[in-house]
C-alpha cells in the first residue's frame, strides 16, 4: 500500500508558477514509475508528466511541454512538477499517482495503482 499526498496548489495570474510537491509513504515509492495527472470537471483525467523510477525517462504532454518540468527524490519519497508560464487552461485538480507495475511512465491513468486526493491549480487571466 502507497499512499500519496499532493501541496502546492493554489491560485496564480496567467504567466505565474506554481510547484507541486507529491509525498509518498512506503519503501517501495522509489521503484516504480510516477505520474501527474490533472482532471476539469466534468471530464477525463489527462496525463501531464511522467517519470520513471530512477529518473532516466521522463515524459510530458505536448500542451506542457517547455513549460511543466517533473523531477523526483526517491531519498525522500517525493515527486515534484515544476509549472512555469502557466495558462488560464491549465486550470484544473492535479493528482499524483503511482504505477506498481510500472517503472517507466505511461499515459494510460488504468496502469497507476495509487492515486494522491489532488490539489486544486487556478490560473486567472
Known amino acids: 500500500q502507497v499512499q500519496l499526498v499532493e501541496s502546492g496548489g493554489g491560485s496564480v495570474q496567467a504567466g505565474g508558477s506554481l510547484r507541486l510537491l507529491c509525498v509518498g509513504s512506503g519503501r517501495t515509492f522509489g521503484s516504480f514509475a510516477t505520474g501527474w495527472f490533472r482532471q476539469a470537471p466534468g471530464k477525463e483525467r489527462e496525463f501531464v508528466c511522467g517519470i520513471s523510477w530512477n529518473s532516466d525517462n521522463v515524459k510530458c504532454r505536448t500542451f506542457v511541454k517547455d513549460r511543466f518540468t517533473i523531477a523526483r527524490d526517491n531519498d525522500k519519497n517525493t515527486v515534484y512538477l515544476q509549472m512555469n508560464s502557466l495558462k488560464p487552461e491549465d486550470t484544473d485538480v492535479y493528482y499524483c499517482?503511482?504505477?506498481?507495475?510500472?517503472?517507466?511512465?505511461?499515459?494510460?491513468?488504468?496502469?497507476?495503482?495509487?492515486w494522491g486526493q489532488g490539489t486544486q491549480v487556478t490560473v486567472s487571466s
Open positions: 499517482a503511482i504505477g506498481t507495475q510500472i517503472l517507466s511512465a505511461v499515459r494510460e491513468a488504468s496502469m497507476y495503482a495509487f
